[in-house]
């Protein structure tokens, strides 16, 4: 029997990119998938895309929250999937094989948590493709697929609107040894998210040396160099 994947997409108040995310979900080729779509109380007219999709949407909540990882939290809660895929608005996957490829051939049992290289799209319309790597903290949220279990274990996200690094942090609370990156990408996603702004940068970095990451040397000189790197950005007026 083929393991359950729930892929869950957050949105809220964005009408003019969700429908390409739900294309890109329903339109994977894998047969166990549980689709979750967890809106916000949207009042652009995202809910109306979204009811009609509902025969494709396993299950549909749409409801205020406290901001992006209590939505995800809910999602995760929603979950009976035996692994997780957070595919928010705007972001797709990287084709339609992606889940295919990967779950159709063994996985190893001691793996918990699957990573692969992703695209990220400017607004500018190009495409910058990364080297993932779970050593040196490069990942993308949408780029991950991990067991639902890890939650049970390592507890939900943390939701506050001091810091925007929850997914980071429960990912770098994961034992490498359970890691895996695969050969296939798995997404592409907007280079506009949340996690985009400056001062995410700067947490991801200050958590790369609390979890021993880094060192103090290290940290110092990133955040100089990120500072410098902003400064000159704003001088230019380069966005």
């Known amino acids: 029997m083929k393991e359950k994947i729930s892929v869950i997409t957050v949105v809220y108040n964005d009408a003019t990119n969700v429908e390409r995310t739900i294309q890109s979900v329903i339109n994977q080729n894998y047969d166990s998938i549980e689709y979750i779509v967890i809106d916000g109380k949207s009042t652009d007219g995202t809910l109306s895309i ?24 809910k999602g995760i809660k929603k979950a009976t999937g035996e692994w997780i895929i957070f595919m928010n608005s705007g972001d797709v996957f990287y084709n339609q094989d992606v889940l295919s490829n990967i779950f159709n051939n063994k996985i190893q049992p001691e793996i918990n948590f699957i990573y692969s290289d992703f695209e ?69 996603n907007q280079a506009a998210g949340v996690s985009a702004a400056n001062w995410c940068g700067y947490q991801k970095i200050c958590c790369d040396y609390i979890f021993s990451r880094i060192s103090i040397y290290r940290l110092i000189l990133q955040l100089i160099d990120r500072i410098l790197k902003n400064n000159v950005k704003s001088i230019l007026h380069i966005h």
Request: glycine fraction near 4%.
């Open 120 to 188: 990220v799209e400017n607004s500018n319309g190009t495409i910058k493709h990364y080297e993932a790597s779970f050593k040196k903290g490069i990942l993308l949220h949408q780029a991950v697929i991990y067991k639902r279990e890890l939650h049970s274990k390592l507890g939900y996200y943390h939701v506050t609107s001091k810091y925007i690094v929850s997914d980071y942090i429960f990912f770098m609370t994961i034992n490498e040894n359970e890691t895996y990156k695969t050969k296939y990408i798995i997404a592409r």
């Open 50 to 73: 979204l009811q009609n999709y509902k025969d494709k949407i396993d299950i549909l909540v749409s409801e205020p929250d406290k901001g992006i990882y209590d939505a995800m939290n």
